[in-house]
């Protein structure tokens, strides 16, 4: 999956400090990421420093990987930058290396969660980033927001009977491949309930021994993704939610499309089921 990317060791703890020379600094711009040109590269502090106006430019710090600092680029005009190309964040998903990969969209996620905190929701001041956690800070009422993480389940539902699981594809969105049965988890609701309703809701079936399975952040969509395997419980018939989903399909272990990716814990799940590996 995507943030599996030893023998690199992503490190978390907050360590805001100046970027040195050989840290990388990731460009972001709306939805988009600035990456060389010629090679799709990011950039080092040493090679963006030289570029942008020294008297504005702020680095915000994000985290590490190994020995290496990463930051986004705040307060500049990135339009004077030469030599950069423009792709949507989407490119973290083909990305190599891989660990690269994971950071650049972890930190996009973060530069997204700064850039719509600017000003206090109670008291309208602008927020400062806190100096001992990743958090932003209020220096006017004492408010402190901590970044937004919105948990989310993924569903493997199983037919036992007929040694089958339940593939869905999306209505509106731009993934087009096969997925799982998800939704997001609702205030007041422990992940088994969100599992429960999400199928009810999506597919019209009702599910018994849920397991949990694995976990995995997903920076694409802002969100911590909690995988179970659930048991079909009573009919099999599907009512689909067209709003939601163009398709529900059951597939016999032995007849499973193909996986689309490696990177996605949907896609792990799915070929654990072909494995064998799933569990309930
Ligand atoms: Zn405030």
């Not at 088994?192 to 694995?214: A, C, H, P």
């Not at 529900?248 to 792990?268: Q, Y």
């Amino acid at each position: 999956m995507i943030q599996d990317i030893f023998p690199h060791i992503y490190h978390n703890e907050y360590h805001s400090h100046a970027p040195k020379d050989n840290d990388i600094i990731l460009v972001f711009d709306g939805n988009e990421v600035l990456l060389k040109t010629d090679d799709k590269t990011m950039f080092s502090f040493a090679e963006i420093k030289e570029q942008v106006e020294s008297e504005t430019a702020e680095y915000r710090y994000l985290f590490e990987i190994d020995e290496t600092a990463f930051y986004y680029l705040r307060n500049a005009d990135v339009t004077t930058i030469q030599g950069v190309s423009r792709y949507s964040k989407n490119i973290f998903r083909t990305y190599e290396p891989r660990y690269l990969a994971f950071a650049g969209i972890t930190a996009f996620q973060l530069y997204q969660w700064y850039e719509s905190h600017i000003f206090c929701g109670k008291c309208g001041h602008t927020l400062v980033p806190d100096q001992k956690e990743r958090a932003l800070y209020c220096t006017h009422c004492g408010e402190i927001i901590y970044p937004t993480i919105c948990p989310a389940v993924i569903i493997g539902v199983i037919d036992k009977k007929k040694d089958r699981i339940l593939f869905t594809k999306y209505a509106d969105r731009d993934y087009k491949k096969y997925a799982l049965v998800a939704g997001f988890a609702e205030i007041g609701e422990t992940l088994e309930d969100t599992v429960r309703r999400e199928v009810k809701e999506e597919v019209g079936l009702s599910v018994k021994n849920i397991r949990y399975y694995k976990n995995q952040p997903w920076s694409f969509t802002g969100t911590l993704l909690v995988g179970f395997f659930a048991e079909l419980d009573g009919e099999a018939d599907i009512t689909l939610e067209e709003d939601e989903l163009k398709e529900a399909t059951w597939f016999e272990r032995k007849n499973m499309p193909p996986t689309e990716n490696d990177i996605s814990l949907t896609a792990e799940m799915m070929e654990a089921f072909r494995a064998g590996k799933e569990t309930i």
